[in-house]
């Protein structure tokens, strides 16, 4: 599914890469397509405009902004539904069009991606596709006081382009080691590492009204678990898993917990180690036990992923562990 969506990316936009790129949308989708121009066509894009939002990621924050910046070499691509298109807005705020003077260009991205789909607006990223052709659920958050557990935090689906960044474009991790997400929610890391071809993988989730929302979607994506599969999903309390964490070698935290709870799992972690001898590797987002894993282990931090995505609280730290001698 991944591959379709890039190439589906890749026929629509890769004939407009002779141009100055100028993105019209919300932050969602405008990081994720942003990224994919980069990567894929190593080009930086002009800038962003949204009269939406004030983020870090809009330069350009009014639709005023079309009398001075948009040349005729740009073409702006609308990530809105085209009710929604750059000009139609423009003229809803009394503005006249005819005054630009500039015959640039507008492509409707999202309607071709996704034509009309009603009241169901879907971002323009890997989640967002899977949502509008599998019908799974998984990117509608889930605040903290709906789910189960003392300590246990909301669900959030992680920002594909870190998983991406950390699981395939890094060296860190082959695609032969065996992944396991803490608080695995709706199934985001794990659907999005079976896409890039991880064959190995588990996961824990505590809220069993989410449990049930992970398994619907893994059966959506047709992708088998907890048989003689490569996929297991746990509905327990992760302090529970002990010995089940030997056969894992990366471990994935999106801040599940509290700190209280997520040192009891991170020393499960540290003694498992102890007891079958290997090198792990943790990917651990919004890091709040960054210290106490350099005080009380082996792990070392060796990269800091996603600043230029989420600001000063979402990135991800990558640490890794050595053999014991």
């Not at 026929?11 to 407009?16: E, I, R, S």
């Not at 032969?176 to 064959?199: M, P, Q, R």
């Not at 992970?214 to 059966?219: A, P």
Request: hydrophobic share 40%; glycine share 6%; charged share 25%.
């Amino acid at each position: 599914m991944l591959k379709i969506f890039y190439e589906i990316l890749d026929n629509l936009l890769k004939k407009y890469m002779n141009k100055n790129i100028i993105l019209y949308g919300v932050n969602e989708s405008v990081v994720f397509v942003r990224e994919f121009i980069l990567n894929r066509y190593h080009k930086k894009i002009k800038f962003v405009m949204d009269r939406w939002k004030n983020e870090e990621c809009s330069q350009i924050i009014h639709l005023l902004g079309l009398y001075y910046a948009v040349d005729e070499n740009d073409v702006i691509i609308n990530l809105y539904p085209l009710e929604n298109t750059p000009l139609s807005e423009f003229e809803d705020m009394g503005e006249d069009k005819e005054k630009l003077k500039k015959d640039f260009l507008i492509v409707e991205l999202y309607d071709l991606i996704y034509g009309n789909t009603g009241k169901k607006i879907f971002p323009i990223t890997f989640y967002g596709w899977l949502e509008y052709k599998k019908s799974i659920n998984i990117t509608n958050t889930i605040r903290r006081k709906d789910v189960r557990g003392i300590g246990s935090h909301g669900y959030y689906a992680t920002n594909f382009i870190m998983l991406n960044e950390m699981f395939s474009k890094k060296n860190y991790v082959d695609k032969k080691s065996n992944v396991f997400d803490f608080g695995c929610g709706k199934g985001a890391n794990i659907i999005t590492l079976y896409e890039l071809g991880y064959l190995n993988i588990g996961g824990v989730e505590y809220t069993k009204k989410i449990f049930e929302t992970l398994k619907d979607n893994l059966t959506k994506m047709e992708i088998k678990f907890n048989q003689e599969q490569c996929v297991n999903i746990y509905l327990d309390n992760a302090i529970n898993l002990v010995n089940e964490l030997d056969d894992y070698d990366v471990f994935i935290f999106f801040n599940p917990f509290s700190y209280e709870v997520t040192q009891k799992v991170l020393n499960n972690i540290f003694e498992s180690i102890d007891r079958y001898n290997r090198e792990v590797k943790l990917f651990y987002i919004e890091p709040i036990c960054h210290n106490y894993i350099l005080q009380n282990s082996s792990f070392k931090l060796i990269d800091v992923i996603g600043k230029n995505i989420g600001g000063t609280t979402y990135y991800a730290n990558v640490y890794a562990s050595e053999l014991n001698n």
